[in-house]
Structure formats: structure tokens, C-alpha cells
């Protein structure tokens, strides 16, 4: 049995004693009148099912928008009218709303419901919509959610029409993608089932989606078949459906993913989010997508770029590009070369527009040497500086506080901490403009 819910302390292997595992014990925080309300609380089932009360639902309109300074004040008054449970619950969700509005929207998040670690690692919304849309257009109709968490990939899958079953062992996890659905007005194209996904048949749908947790008691967990459930077990139902998903940590191993797969790596805002593995599309396509916009980069099979000196202009590539191992194709786009065999950054001389890096003129070249740059950044006026590194162990915090300890210029500059040629070297600049 795999316990794939997305929850704190849900992520061991399956249980010996199946019986047992199904009846472990959970600990539920409750707050007395005089302990901290902004003490994070655990939503259990007896702490979301009073807040789907026309009275809680009432208090969560109430306490809407709260700031963490009035909590204490906010809950004292409440109760004196509500239960206390009630208010810390009320509190406690009107809280995760507020953070999870990043991912989905101030309109969504103001009418979901969420969990701590389901705001952590629940699907931008953003990148949801964009995966069901890729569904939408493979002509599938229905899709088994395997693994669904609290429901956003499921919300998403059912905006685009899509009919949607979404699976999860972990009764509060399901009971907030339950509730979700309803609150979103989806429910009628989302079926919430509390289950083993090793126990689904997905027989009649025309696709699998599998999001398997990837987080444990000690931190994330980097090796793919100790996700739960394991990566084979989710490629083994993937092969059921006429096409499928999986959605993969962004730094898994080129060399895991298997032939009949292909692998795309996202990212939303210049963030890498995730990486997936579609079945019944292009086995052995590598692609990088970028949001918002939906632009996607193909690989061509490309050898490594060649080094060359440091030209006039510098790229760095979006972390999708880098991570989906495109820096290749990047490169011949932009007539450009690697300024190290071991970096991933690209030089041009020319200025070429492309939506897969950013582009930096390149001003001063120098050796790494802290008082060079700090007299050379006094030269230029330059009160803000932004710092970049890769292949370097300096940390940008500290160059920028030992360079630039009084800013007061007028200029803004960008240095990057790299390689060149094997070389530690400090490249000065400024975003480049058309």
C-alpha cells in the first residue's frame, strides 16, 4: 500500500500490519484560551468538518484577511461567542489562505481549504492549468488522479472540462480535496475517493496522472524509487492508460528516465517547479516549458557547445533550459558559445532575442579580487549591485556586503562570480536591452 498523500509524517513505506497502519494515531493541536494562536494547526477531520459549519464558514468570512499582530486580539473577542477550537481552526486556515493565494489566486484561495503541507507542495496553479490544458489537447476526457493531495492538479483537470477521479490514502487530504471541489463548484466533475492507489483500477479512464510524495520525516527524498509510491510502480500504471503523467522531482538523474518517456521540465516565473514524465506522446522528446506564456523549447540531440572567450554579451539560461540539458540548443540560437565547459552560461557577441535566457552586456572582465571590484564599482557611481554566481563558492551576500559596504551611487550594475576557462572570474554588466 502506498500512503502518497502530501502530508507531514504520510510518506513512510507501507505499514507490515495493514491494520494497524490504518488506524495510526494522529495528534491534533489544540489551543487553550491562553496558548499562542499562531501556533500551526493540523487539520485534521475534527478541526475541517466544523469549519464546512454554516458557523465556521461564517467565522472563516470573519476572520478573513487577519494580520498575524491582531490574531491574539481577533481570537480573544471570538471567544466568547465560539468554541476556541473553532477560532484557532478559523485562524489557523485563514492563515494557509493567505499564503496559499501565491499559488492560486486571491479569488480561489479565499474559498479552499488547505493544509499546511498541501499549501507547501500542492501544484502552482499556473502550471496545473497548463498540464490539464496539455491533456485537454491530447484529447483526453477523463483522467485517474492518483495521489491528488488537496486537489489542485484535480481542479485544474476539471476547469479544462475535463471528468477527474482523484486518489488519496490520507482521510484529511482527501477530506480537503472533497471540500475543495465543492467550494470551487467542481464537484460534479471531481470524485474524491479515499484510497490505497495500488487497490484503483483506472481501466476506464483515459488517462493516469501520479504525483508521488517526494518529502519524508527527514526532508525531500532525491532517489526515485524511495518516493511513495516508487517511480516503477508509478511508470507500471502509467502503462494502463493511453497516456500519462508523472510528476518527477526537477533534479532526477537524465539516465532514470526510462526510453518510452518523454521528459519535460517547467518552470513558472524564472522558478523550476517540477519535471514530468508524459507516456503516449513522444518517447525520448525533451522539452523545456516556460510560464507564463507557454513557450516550449525542444531538444535537437545537439553536442555541448564549444568554449570560447568571453564575448560582448552574456546569456544566462532560464533554469528549465539548464535543467532539461538544452543549453546546447540555446546556444547554436544565439551563435553563442559556453564561457567554461562546466557552466551554464552562454556568450555571444551579437544580441539576439530569445525567450529561453536572459541577456547581460558585459562591461569589465577581472580576475576574482574583491578590491578590484570594490574600487571598480566606486569608479561607477554603482549603489545597487546584483550579484550571480555559478561554479563559485562565494557567497552573493557576502561579496556584495565586503564591495559595496556604503552604497551610494547612482548605477546599477550586475557581476556574476564563475568560471573562465577553468578560471575564477568576476564578469561586470547590465541587462541588456534591445
Not at 461564517?58 to 490574531?71: F, K, M, Q, S
Not at 549603489?383 to 554566481?389: C, M, N, R
Request: glycine fraction near 8%; proline fraction near 7%.
Amino acid at each position: 500500500m502506498y500512503d502518497c498523500s502530501h502530508e507531514a509524517g504520510s510518506f513512510q513505506a507501507p505499514a507490515r500490519n495493514p491494520g494497524r497502519h490504518r488506524r495510526r494515531r494522529r495528534t491534533i493541536h489544540r489551543l487553550a484560551d491562553n496558548e499562542p494562536v499562531n501556533e500551526p494547526v493540523n487539520l485534521a477531520n475534527d478541526h475541517l468538518a466544523p469549519l464546512l459549519t454554516p458557523e465556521g464558514r461564517a467565522l472563516l468570512d470573519e476572520v478573513r484577511g487577519t494580520a498575524p499582530a491582531d490574531e491574539l486580539a481577533v481570537a480573544t473577542r471570538l471567544r466568547r461567542e465560539h468554541p476556541a477550537e473553532l477560532v484557532s481552526a478559523a485562524l489557523a486556515q485563514a492563515r494557509l489562505r493567505q499564503r496559499a493565494a501565491a499559488k492560486f489566486g486571491d479569488a480561489d484561495a479565499d474559498r479552499m481549504f488547505f493544509t499546511p503541507n498541501g499549501v507547501e507542495q500542492s501544484t502552482r496553479a499556473t502550471v496545473a492549468a497548463y498540464r490539464a490544458e496539455r491533456f485537454r489537447a491530447l484529447g483526453v476526457r477523463s483522467v485517474a488522479d492518483l495521489c491528488c493531495g488537496i486537489g489542485g492538479d484535480a481542479i485544474a483537470l476539471a476547469r479544462a472540462g475535463i471528468r477527474v477521479l482523484a486518489v488519496d490514502r490520507d482521510p484529511v487530504t482527501a477530506a480537503t480535496a472533497r471540500a475543495n471541489a465543492e467550494a470551487l463548484g467542481l464537484a460534479g466533475l471531481i470524485e474524491v475517493r479515499e484510497a490505497d492507489v495500488a487497490e484503483v483500477d483506472t481501466a476506464g479512464y483515459d488517462a493516469v496522472f501520479v504525483d508521488p510524495a517526494r518529502r519524508g520525516g527527514r526532508g525531500r527524498i532525491f532517489d526515485p524509487e524511495a518516493y511513495s509510491p516508487p517511480l516503477s510502480w508509478a511508470i507500471g500504471a502509467a502503462s494502463t492508460a493511453p497516456v500519462a503523467a508523472l510528476k518527477i522531482a526537477p533534479g532526477i538523474p537524465h539516465e532514470a528516465i526510462p526510453a518510452a518517456a518523454e521528459a519535460e521540465w517547467i518552470s513558472d516565473a524564472g522558478d523550476v517547479k517540477e519535471a514530468v514524465l508524459w507516456f503516449g506522446t513522444a518517447p525520448g522528446a525533451v522539452r523545456a516549458t516556460l510560464l507564463p506564456g507557454r513557450r516550449t523549447l525542444l531538444g535537437r540531440g545537439l553536442p555541448d557547445p564549444a568554449v570560447r572567450p568571453v564575448g560582448h554579451y552574456l546569456y544566462e539560461p532560464d533554469g528549465a533550459v539548464i535543467r532539461a540539458h538544452l543549453v546546447a540548443e540555446v546556444a547554436e540560437d544565439l551563435s553563442g558559445g559556453l564561457i567554461d565547459p562546466t557552466i551554464a552560461y552562454i556568450t555571444a557577441d551579437g544580441l539576439h532575442a530569445t525567450d529561453y535566457a536572459s541577456a547581460y552586456e558585459i562591461t569589465d572582465q577581472l580576475p576574482f579580487n574583491v578590491k578590484k571590484l570594490k574600487a571598480l564599482l566606486r569608479e561607477r557611481e554603482v549603489g545597487i549591485l546584483t550579484v550571480k554566481k555559478r561554479g563559485s563558492a562565494v557567497e552573493p551576500e557576502e561579496l556584495r556586503r565586503k564591495a559595496l559596504p556604503k552604497p551610494q551611487g547612482r548605477n546599477a550594475a550586475t557581476v556574476f562570480l564563475t568560471r573562465v576557462a577553468g578560471a575564477p572570474t568576476m564578469l561586470l554588466g547590465h541587462p541588456a536591452r534591445p
